[in-house]
């Protein structure tokens, strides 16, 4: 069984470029929530998507977007970007019963602002 | 708000000595608490997941436990190797109808041969 699948896994933008990052979760899984991991803040939460409708949110800035297609795929959209927005970008998946379940994650991409 | 600490932030230890891991949290309502090792610049690997009506998961020589009434959870590695080298983080679900987990700044762990 495939684990979760995260591309590009290295990404080089410049500052005020737009860029998108695909998840692909383990299949039968039907939530993917992204996170945002840096030096400084550690692993911050930026939304969560199930059934192709954003659940919940973080606290991130508007520029921070993302969408889930109906096959559960995911992607998440940083437009305008700054410097702070370098990180290691993570995607979780979860097969979502009554109650939460285990999150798996993907190897990240990371994503480094010019 | 569900705030979610780790202590120490880093440990280093010799080859073969049990070792546990701290973690704490704020708000004892919740779902799950996960715990997931990190390799430098990889994902994260779930290693043992605890809901919110068990005390305790094991797997291999990896023992989590939960107290929800004092806000807690302990990750025990028996018999620790330098293979087990690694940022260990532990994460809480405290909201119901979300996946959303609150995640500690880790504990980076060295195993000396």
């Known amino acids: 069984k495939a684990g979760v699948t995260q591309t590009p896994r290295y990404l080089i933008k410049t500052r005020g470029q737009q860029v998108t990052l695909s998840c692909s979760p383990i299949s039968g899984h039907r939530s993917v929530s992204w996170y945002q991991q840096t030096p400084g803040q550690g692993l911050q939460f930026l939304f969560e998507?199930?059934?192709?409708?954003?659940?919940n949110k973080g606290n991130f800035p508007g520029r921070f977007s993302g969408r889930q297609f109906s096959n559960s795929r995911s992607e998440m959209n940083v437009s305008t970007l700054e410097l702070g927005d370098s990180a290691l970008y993570l995607c979780?998946?979860?097969?979502?019963?009554?109650?939460?379940?285990?999150?798996?994650f993907g190897q990240g991409t990371r994503l480094t602002v010019v | 708000k569900q705030e979610v600490t780790q202590i120490p932030a880093a440990l280093s230890v010799p080859e073969g000595e049990n070792l546990v891991l701290n973690c704490s949290f704020t708000?004892?309502?919740?779902?799950?608490l996960q715990w997931f090792r990190q390799d430098p610049g990889k994902g994260l690997t779930s290693l043992l997941l605890i809901q919110s009506s068990q005390r305790e998961q094991t797997s291999g020589r990896l023992n989590a436990s939960l107290d929800k009434s004092s806000g807690r959870s302990t990750l025990y590695i028996a018999a620790s190797q330098p293979g087990d080298s690694a940022t260990y983080l532990c994460?809480?679900?405290?909201?119901?109808?979300?996946?959303?987990?609150?995640f500690g700044k880790g504990t980076k762990l060295t195993v000396n041969p």
């Open positions: 708000d004892s309502a919740i779902y799950n």
């Open positions: 998507y199930f059934s192709e409708t954003q659940r």
């Open positions: 994460a809480a679900i405290s909201q119901g109808g979300s996946e959303k987990l609150v």
């Open positions: 979780a998946s979860s097969l979502v019963g009554g109650a939460p379940t285990e999150a798996f």
